[in-house]
């Protein structure tokens, strides 16, 4: 069974950092695909960033230039480095890990808050 456990959330004030980690356990095949999504209160899950198997990325535009996703294929693990963190990116952050074995399979981790006072 698959679990993602995630860690590193918290509240900072703004223009402080965060790094977001996400560790996979239970996975028999291989990753191919990780990402961080975030969901604010009232809105829909957006993607944040997401990063392949071979280590290309991905960011949403009003994340380009202040976070960094990274991966540690050895541990299943994702990071996200969230730097010059601003109010508006409160939100409850997810992790997704697409596992393939014999087809692709997506879990999402459990969430952890990130709070940001201005």
């Known amino acids: 069974q698959v679990q993602l456990v995630e860690s590193g959330g918290g509240l900072v004030q703004a223009g402080g950092s965060l790094r977001l980690s996400c560790a996979a356990s239970?996975?028999?095949?291989?990753?191919?695909?990780m990402g961080w999504y975030r969901q604010a209160p009232g809105k829909q899950r957006e993607l944040v960033a997401t990063?392949?198997?071979?280590?290309?990325?991905n960011y949403a535009d009003s994340v380009k230039g202040r976070f960094t996703i990274s991966r540690d294929n050895a541990k299943n693990t994702v990071y996200l480095q969230m730097n010059s963190l601003k109010p508006e990116d409160t939100a409850a952050y997810y992790c997704?890990?697409?596992?393939?074995?014999?087809?692709?399979?997506?879990?999402w981790g459990q969430g952890t808050q990130v709070t940001v006072s201005s």
């Open positions: 997704k890990v697409q596992e393939v074995h014999f087809g692709e399979y997506d879990y």
């Open positions: 239970g996975i028999i095949g291989s990753i191919n695909n």
């Open positions: 990063i392949g198997s071979g280590g290309s990325t």
